[in-house]
């Protein structure tokens, strides 16, 4: 079972490194546009790129264990893709929007038992976002909208595949479908 960090005076877990500057925020900031929001009107809070896939995190109120078990099946399917399809370099980039940004070797945090996520790919009270070293690939965690954006080619080809079997999609390269439907694929071209 996958588990995230409350106590962020205990030391990092296997894998992660502190980042002890900024440039990738204001490269982040940069690239995408992110301007923070808890109303609807400020959403999605990116320019969402293209290609990317957005998905809706909404569990269900009346099941009980229903967020607890998609955040814990969120965070597990997003690290197996960034080991299998980042195997010649398995590294990331985690911003944690207003705290500590971080490196994560996701081969390591794999293979460590019982390893604890200091920053979830899912997003659970603050933006969480995860990227390649030039930011051409990623997560974008939107707390209060409650989504999932996932970009680049490989991300597409198999963490989008994947979550789209069983999340809604909520946009697809920024925009709102005519039609959001469940279940959808990524768009053609894609893995």
Not at 46 to 64: N, V
Not at 71 to 83: I, T, Y
Request: aromatic share 14%.
């Amino acid at each position: 079972m996958m588990r995230h960090t409350l106590d962020f005076g205990s030391p990092l877990p296997p894998g992660w490194t502190t980042l002890e500057d900024n440039r990738y925020w204001d490269r982040f900031t940069d690239r995408f546009g992110f301007r923070p929001g808890v109303t609807a009107s400020d959403w999605p809070a990116i320019a969402e790129p293209t290609p990317s896939i957005t998905f809706d995190l909404t569990a269900p109120a009346d099941i009980a264990g229903a967020w607890s078990s998609r955040f814990d099946a969120v965070n597990a399917e997003a690290l197996r893709c960034f080991v299998t399809e980042f195997a010649e370099d398995p590294t990331f980039v985690v911003l944690d929007w207003q705290h500590t940004s971080y490196r994560l070797d996701a081969a390591v945090h794999a293979t460590t038992r019982d390893t604890e996520w200091r920053v979830p790919v899912y997003p659970n009270g603050d933006y969480y976002i995860f990227l390649r070293d030039d930011l051409s690939e990623g997560t974008f965690g939107h707390p209060w909208e409650q989504t999932l954006c996932v970009y680049g080619e490989r991300l597409l080809g198999s963490l989008a595949r994947t979550l789209a079997t069983w999340l809604p999609v909520k946009r697809v390269d920024g925009k709102q479908p005519d039609s959001v439907q469940r279940n959808q694929t990524p768009p053609s071209g894609q893995r």
